[in-house]
């Protein structure tokens, strides 16, 4: 499972919210995971997703090896 991480996000349009808000609660679902499934599918709709991908996983491994290093 992926690690998880709290995030304040600024000047969001209160009415959206309100809509995300009713509409996880109908799906008895946590507003984070309705914003994950819209972030994950916008994500994936861009050309230079795979390439995007490559180099986050890349920093990940770099930061893994040079903790491991320290």
């Known amino acids: 499972m992926p690690g998880k991480r709290l995030v304040a996000i600024k000047n969001f349009d ?5 809509l995300i808000k009713t509409c996880a609660a109908l799906e008895n679902r946590a507003i984070a995971s309705v914003i994950e499934e819209a972030v994950r599918s ?5 050309r230079d997703y795979d ?3 490559a180099w986050v996983r890349l920093e990940r491994e770099y930061q893994k090896n040079l903790d491991a290093f320290r």
């Open 14 to 18: 209160e009415e959206l919210y309100r």
């Open 42 to 46: 916008w994500l994936a709709s861009r």
């Open 51 to 53: 390439e995007i991908l």
